[in-house]
């Protein structure tokens, strides 16, 4: 049983949006690889109105789900 904290993390991809040449799963599969060295995380959700998206900007992000 792990000792850290659990923790959810909710991403407002319009309010923090990544770098321009960035893609959104590159970003969440690194969250995803780094955060359990501190964290547990719980669940992972990115909010976004995909229809002010190009599809190549969204990439999979509209289709993770980590819970």
């Known amino acids: 049983m792990s000792n850290h904290r659990k923790v959810a993390i909710f991403w407002d991809y319009e309010n923090c949006s990544p770098p321009l ?21 719980t669940s992972f959700k990115a909010y976004l109105d995909i ?5 190549k900007s969204v990439g999979s992000a509209g289709k993770t789900s980590w819970t």
């Open 21 to 41: 040449h960035s893609q959104g799963h590159a970003i969440v599969n690194g969250i995803r690889r780094i955060a359990p060295v501190f964290v547990d995380v």
């Open 51 to 55: 229809s002010s998206q190009s599809p």
